[in-house]
DNA sequence: GCAAGGTC
């Protein structure tokens, strides 16, 4: 038998189709496929199977010195057993195996990983085929002339691998053991991620240290008799032979509108027309899909989870990709007369059909990892795709027509004007023929209108303007554009970048978007800086990048190389240990800047945003334990303090970060007096106590910042229910029949009509039975395909799902094993128990805890009922 | 529990 192996799971089962002509069968062992026909088998791997880390005595952060890990030696483990298993018991059976992993070093790297593998249980000839993209011409060329596996090359990876991994976890513990944050907080730096950061650290410098400067720019409406309407002329004037616009002394600026404002009419002096072409854009890599995506307004992180789930139900190519060439096998004729079928792109497509000969554009990079992001011609019915999903797949196909599309013209009108011995100059910009704007809607097509003047003609001057302008500092990089900057610098690659943007926001570097450093992000860079100025420099990637091209050619040895570099690192560490103290100081520093609200009210200390034994987070004192002042914060959130101050109290505003529900909460201490201040609002008879105890329930708001209804017996009866945090809560004349409770409204300010929230208990039910309703798709292993097929089953819920009988459902649904059902069920029942959970105050983890309309769940109504009525 | 690189 033979076996091939490929990088993943979506190649093993296309080149099993190549190869055996669709004749393959698919088997499952430890859940993993193996494709099978004729005598061979194909698995695909996960990426790397194997990964490198230090040998376990090296765990402790605390027992180890870090410099100790300069020194130490390095081992490989499996990191997916069931993988690695399987490819072993596949390898026992075969006789010959052949590596198919991507055409790249990790490729190669991962191709290597998986020979010492067969190796270690097979003595079988292992050969290596390679091609660049998985269509029917290249894969059967590459199997029918295999080729050897490149060692060199491979070992170029692994020197990475140890490289990263020495200077990364050595640098990272000694920053965390120097400040002493070891828990979920360590403080981490590595070749990639500390470049990205000093990235955006410059850039806040920057804007930090800029000086604005005043300047003064002018314009004036022109009108010539015979076209219609004014158009809009700047002023400049010329000096060293360069058109200048901006006036840099007031006085200038002043005697220079005096002078257009005398001018009664201006004489056109010079018309300059020119027909520029605008050039199709280039087949999408990865770096280019984010950031067309990110104009459509979607982050780097959801543009490629979109990007590989149409990827992997098979609507669009490998979504990781370095190059902007399509390869010759790429047929875009015959692409373009699949989508000509079609109702969304049929015109478009057809359209240019037309064309006598269609030449896609190429882009500057050109490599052999994957084809360009482009659409197969696989079809997605449109309602199977959410919205997202469908924008981003229309991106795509609209991206791949745009390339094979012809140029644009636009016809640019220059036009200058004298009056009154003041220059005045307009551009005009019209689109003359629409090229590929016509199937790529996503470009500016905005024109810019100039009537057509003769020279010498006579322009009536009309509503002159002297506007006063600042220079403006350099705007922060957004999310595409950093992976932009990180492309070019060469710092990680095309499935990592975004990961590492992700990592910074984890980390507590960066927040909001365009990302800003924290002070602990300029605390890290600066020491550094400092100490180990190397790991924040985008020089150390390019010079690894040069000692790998070194040890691929076979020019050095992978020893040679990380011994020269772990030389380096011990040099850093003779200097760090003496400044060890300063370190830590310094990161603490920085740690506690970002946590600072401003004075205590009490002691005149420093509030800090701390966090409890239980986890939940609360304003305290910096004195404490002398000083025990606190207020409460939401329960919903991460506070982060801002930049806006409050004016009475002298205290930072805290925003909540909550994903899609962040908001403001505001001044802690303004919140905390509100809620004292505020009287509550009775509406009704307490459902558990109103009988016997005469309770009442009232509209409360919490120190928190909250707003629930609540038995005004608390805490004797806890009864509560939640209400929006945003809005005002209007009570209304109509009673729930029911629960004999008003019907409330909820008026928000930038909505015209109020939300009808009903009777508070109603409304609570069925906020209950949706936050319940998880979707059964959610849940793993099952897909879209699969949560349809159960639909129609009657299994549209967990909780419908967690009563089923497996048996019964396994032979109703077609393809699905009961084993599978049941591992289904277990999820459900685990998602349920989760929902219901959410009331346990106890549960010192974050719970969800806003939906979609910003409401508190009841665990956290509780929590803030106590800290409303201790305080 | 550290990195960065694969992949889901």
Known sequence: MELIITEKDNAARRISEILSDGSFGTDRRNGVNVYRWGGKRCVGLSGHVVGVDFPPEYDDWRDVEPVEL??????????????????????????????????????????????????????????????????????????????????????????????????????????????GQLGNDFISVGRVQSPTLKLIVDREREIEAFDPEDYWELFADLTSEDADGAFEAQYFFREEGRENERVWDEAAANAAHEQLLAASEATVTEVDRRTRTDQPPTPFNTTQFISAASSLGHSAQKAMSVAEELYTAGYITYPRTDNTVYPEDTDPVALLETFADTGTFGEDAASLLEADDVEPTRGEKETTDHPPIHPTGELPPRQDLSADEWELYELVVRRFLATCAEPATWEHLRVVAAANGCLLKANGKRLLDPGYHAVYPYLSTSENFVPDVTEGESLAVSDVRLEAKQTQPPRRRGQSRLIETMEDLGIGTKST?????????????????????????????????????????????????????????????????????????????????????????????GLKADKTLGPCPECGETLLVRRSRRGSYFVGCDGYPDCEYTLPLPSNGEPTPIDETCEEHDLRHVKMLAGRSTYVHGCPQCEAEKAEDEEDVVIGACPDCGDDHEGALAIKRTRAGGRLVGCTRYPECDYSLPLPRRGDIEVTDTYCEEHDLPELHVVQDDEDDPWELGCPICNFEEYQARQRKTDVEDLDGIGKKTAEKLADAGIDSLVKLADADPEAVASEVQGVSADRVRDWQAQAREAIDEGGDDTDPDDGEETVVEDDEGRDTLGDVEAEVDEATAG
């Open 70 to 179: 300069v020194d130490a030696p390095m081992v490989k483990r499996a990191t997916k057993e069931n993988i690695v298993r399987t490819l072993q018991d596949l390898a026992r059976e075969a006789d010959a195996a052949v590596i198919a992993t991507d055409y790249d070093r990790e490729g190669e790297l991962i191709g290597k990983e998986a020979y010492e593998l067969v190796e270690e249980v097979a003595d079988v000839p292992i050969r290596r085929v390679r091609f660049s993209s998985i269509t029917e011409r290249e894969v059967t060329e590459a199997f029918a002339d295999p080729d050897e596996l490149d060692f060199d090359l491979a070992a170029a990876g692994e020197a990475r691998q140890m490289i990263d991994l020495m200077w990364g976890a050595a640098l990272t513990r000694f920053l965390s053991l120097s400040s």
């Open 497 to 589: 970048r975004h990961n590492t943007l992700q990592k910074l926001y984890d980390r507590n570097y960066i927040e909001g978007d365009p990302p800003r450093p924290t002070k602990l992000a300029m605390a890290v860079v600066e020491a550094a800086e400092q100490f180990a100025d190397r790991i924040v420099d985008e020089g150390m990637t390019a010079q690894l990048e040069r000692d790998m091209d070194r040890i691929a050619s076979g020019e050095v040895t992978l020893d040679e190389v990380t011994e020269e570099s772990r030389e380096m690192l011990s040099v850093i560490f003779e200097e760090l240990h003496e400044s060890r103290e300063a370190v830590g100081d310094h990161l603490r520093d």
